[in-house]
């Protein structure tokens, strides 16, 4: 079964990933509409794609108007597959490929000044450092003011209250989906 663009300018556009691949599991397309619903108008905003996998999401914030995405991934294989989405679709000009970790990239970003208006967290479940990676976020500025910071997980995820953020959970099966705005 192919994975498309389900909404925006490119919408029916076909995307690629491996399937035999377990660890790059793209995000399904329920959620993906589902979030892109929670996040609203996503026009002129730049959008980070932590654990890029295929770059459906970060390709569908371009599609739904993102002025940039950028794709952050460990896995070189991931990210020959975030290249070809890319390419096909020839959107080059508008995104930043990134073959580092988690925190080495949240690292690079802070020393560049940067501030994301939308990231979305999408680890391997088992693997994910989500409550270390979200501190980082927090606490280096790394979210824009009202800013929006997603989170799909497959439990309960570990809210640390120095986040101080306003924070709601979706459930879509055993996958939950957590927004967390910043307000500060």
């Not at 890319?86 to 000044?113: H, P, Q, V, W």
């Not at 799909?152 to 120095?162: A, D, H, K």
Request: charged fraction near 30%; glycine fraction near 8%.
């Amino acid at each position: 079964m192919g994975m498309r663009v389900i909404g925006g300018e490119f919408r029916h556009r076909k995307l690629v990933y491996p399937e035999s691949n377990k660890d790059i599991r793209p995000t399904k397309d329920r959620i993906r509409e589902a979030f892109f619903s929670i996040v609203g108008n996503i026009e002129n905003k730049l959008f980070l794609d932590l654990y890029a996998g295929s770059g459906s999401i970060g390709i569908e914030a371009i599609s739904r108007g993102a002025n940039k995405s950028i794709f952050v991934d460990i896995s070189k294989e991931a990210l020959k597959y975030v290249k070809e989405n890319i390419s096909s679709l020839k959107l080059e000009d508008r995104c930043e490929i990134y073959n580092l970790t988690d925190l080495a990239a949240l690292e690079s970003f802070k020393e560049k000044g940067m501030q994301f208006d939308v990231i979305y967290l999408d680890p391997p479940y088992e693997k994910g450092k989500y409550e270390e990676v979200l501190s980082y976020i927090f606490l280096n500025n790394l979210i824009s003011k009202n800013g929006l910071v997603a989170v799909e997980i497959n439990r309960e995820l570990n809210i640390n209250p120095i986040w101080n953020k306003k924070i709601k959970e979706y459930h879509y099966g055993e996958i939950r989906l957590y927004t967390l705005i910043g307000e500060n």
